[in-house]
């Protein structure tokens, strides 16, 4: 074949790279994927290997990036551990937007009141008892949380949650929950899951000692508002 | 045009009857045109504290259905020429109006009067909603007690989305020793969870129970200290737009425990 071809396939120091290429049919690539398997049976005998797949500019969905897998697995003795594409949808930019948002929210959540966010959560206000606040990231109170607050609701066992006055009814990071105190009162600490997974207390100095990724959040902040200049 | 201003707590039994009652009667001690609107279908007490209960002939319900005018269903009080009570209806219950009739009643009744105190039901459902629906402000009764406090800031909660100035609270059935024991939920405490503006507090008061028992509002009686609380409470409600006035006139128990929550004029 004198055109250039469909798949390449590279090995780098974090393992094995097959580079798709994203001007041809999709059916194309996939023939040709299954040629360059067959062609190289020395895949088939080793030791179960880790491969990254980069699509360059070509978007899968769903079906066909399952497709890909599928013929990997089958042809070699390989797993795609990541896949990667220089595109992505509408949806997924607006999910991660959504998800590095900081909400901003200047009031007192009541008994019976319920603010949820995907993003990051930040109250200038009290939460009262039966009240909850939960996010997908971290949550801040400026001022006394007395209700219950479920940080990281997505998984995220990073997230913290940190108040003036700490006195919760309840706190949930992850999917672990605070154990139960009666009428403890934490003045300016955050709760955090620590490398054992135990919900932890910490002073809020230490804030940025355990959690260095916080840093970003300013200019994550930073990068919104030039988001939101943009047409 | 007057202010319509509505008595709620989310909780039962924390004085909200009491405190439309005895708040009406202060404002019209005061010369004020009142008119004390029971919103409690099918379990009325209004007319009952009020020593009116025997005069009913319509009620709310028949006000919103057009069965009769607005002006035949008030009663005029026993004691003020300018004090009249809108009663409730005892036969039915708080689906039989809906917000959009108690609005209209409480505009028509706000064009008579100086002040329309609504009488709120106890609990958030269908009769709340009517309670709140005609509303320029609204005063939250609770007691000195968790259970009313949490009700209390539910209330608050619940008020938000309405066109409502931002609610009043008055604390109900203080016992100033107990509270100095520390053995009851101190002002200071219900005033920082609750975030809004002190109206007043009242101290738990036999009287109140004596003179509710015989129809004649307990404020009449300025010798209780219950009675020059409401009292107070009415000249805050006049004098809006000047701060709390001084509560050094109140004597005993009740002003020691008022000089320690740094009240002054």
Same mark, same amino acid.
Request: with cysteine; hydrophobic share 40%; glycine share 8%.
């Given at each position: ?45 080793? #030791? ?10 070509? *978007? ?118 605070? #154990? ?5 009162? *934490? ?17 809020? *100095? ?26 | ?13 924390? +004085? ?6 005895? !708040? ?22 209004? %007319?009952?504290? /009020? ?5 009913? =002939?319509?009620?709310?319900? %028949? ?5 009769? $005018? ?24 708080? %689906?039989? !109006? ?13 064009? %008579?009067?100086?002040? @329309? ?6 609990? !958030? ?11 320029? $402000? ?10 009313? @406090? ?13 066109? !409502?100035?931002?609610?009043?609270? @008055? &604390? ?5 020793? /107990?509270?100095?024991? +520390?053995? /009851?939920?101190?002002?200071?405490? &219900? ?8 109206? +007043? ?17 307990? @404020? ?7 009675? &020059? ?7 805050? =409600? ?23 929550? +740094?009240?002054?004029?």
């Amino acid at each position: 074949m004198a055109a250039k071809p469909a798949v390449t396939i590279k090995g780098t120091k974090d393992g094995l790279v097959f580079y798709l290429d994203d001007r041809c049919a999709f059916d194309t690539l996939l023939s040709e994927l299954k040629e360059k398997l067959k062609d190289n049976p020395q895949f088939l005998n080793g #030791p179960l290997l880790h491969v990254t797949v980069n699509l360059g500019y070509r *978007y899968l969905d769903q079906q066909q990036e399952q497709e890909v897998k599928e013929l990997i697995r089958q042809e070699g003795n390989l797993i795609v551990s990541k896949m990667e594409s220089l595109v992505v949808t509408k949806e997924e930019m607006e999910k991660a937007r959504q998800e590095s948002e900081v909400k901003m929210l200047f009031k007192t959540v009541r008994s019976g009141q319920v603010i949820e966010t995907q993003g990051h959560l930040l109250i200038l206000g009290d939460v009262n008892p039966g009240g909850l606040v939960t996010a997908g990231g971290h949550i801040f109170v400026m001022g006394a949380l007395r209700g219950r607050a479920h940080a990281g609701k997505s998984g995220n066992n990073d997230a913290v949650i940190a108040a003036s006055l700490l006195c919760p009814s309840q706190l949930i990071i992850s999917s672990t929950m605070s #154990p139960i105190r009666e009428n403890e009162e *934490y003045k300016q600490q955050f709760a955090f899951i620590d490398p054992s997974g135990q919900l932890r207390f910490a002073k809020l *100095y230490q804030l940025l000692e355990l959690r260095p990724d916080l840093k970003t959040l300013y200019s994550s902040i930073d990068h919104q508002s030039l988001h939101s200049l943009a047409p | 045009m007057g202010i319509a201003i509505v008595i709620t707590s989310g909780k039962g039994g924390v +004085g909200k009857t009491t405190t439309s009652a005895n !708040i009406g009667t202060a404002l019209a001690l005061k010369g004020k045109r009142i008119a004390l609107v029971d919103t409690d279908i099918g379990l009325r007490n209004l %007319d009952v504290v /009020m020593g009116l209960e025997n005069r009913i =002939i319509y009620d709310l319900v %028949d006000v919103a259905h057009g069965q009769c $005018r607005l002006h035949q269903a008030l009663i005029k009080d026993k004691r003020f020429d300018e004090l009249y009570l809108l009663p409730a209806a005892q036969t039915k219950d708080k %689906d039989a !109006i809906v917000p959009e009739q108690m609005e209209k009643i409480i505009n028509e009744l706000k064009q %008579d009067f100086d002040y @329309v105190l609504i009488d709120c039901p106890a609990g !958030i459902e269908q009769g709340f909603k009517n309670a709140v629906a005609g509303a320029d $402000r609204a005063i939250v009764v609770t007691t000195p007690e968790i259970s009313a @406090v949490r009700d209390a800031d539910r209330i608050i909660g619940l008020l938000e989305p309405y066109e !409502i100035d931002q609610p009043k609270l @008055v &604390i109900n059935r203080i016992r100033p020793k /107990m509270m100095k024991q +520390g053995d /009851m939920l101190d002002v200071d405490e &219900i005033v920082t969870i609750l975030g809004i503006d002190l109206l +007043g507090i009242v101290p738990d008061d036999e009287h109140v129970i004596k003179s509710t028992n015989q129809g004649e509002p307990a @404020v009449l009686n300025p010798d209780t200290k219950a009675a &020059i609380a409401y009292r107070n409470i009415a000249r805050r =409600i006049l004098g809006d737009s000047v701060p709390l006035i001084s509560l050094e006139e109140e004597k005993g128990v009740l002003s020691r425990v008022k000089r320690l929550l +740094g009240f002054r004029s």
